[in-house]
């Protein structure tokens, strides 16, 4: 059974940076791909980033140059650091598995960035 946690959010002003990890098992994790998506309240969710098994990485107009996705395949682990954030990003940020979302969701972990 696969298992998505993920960690890291919390509150930050606006311009800071927080980096969020999503811990995996349950899958063979070196030959996944893995996605970070984020909703907000009252819209959908959206995908932030994601990462091929490769290490091919495709982001969200939004968030380049901003945003890094990353994986240490060692500790089945993927990472999403997040810099200058702004306060239209507060929203709850969960990975899934696959190039599309192909799992189910976990609870998220809540990021919250005051103005």
Known sequence: ???????????VQAGGSLRLSCAASGITFGISAFGWYRQAPGKQRELVARISASGITNYADSVKGRFTISRDNAKDTVYLQMNSLKPEETAVYSCNVGWTPSGSWGQGTQVTVSS
């Open 1 to 11: 059974q696969v298992q998505l946690v993920e960690s890291g959010g919390g509150l």
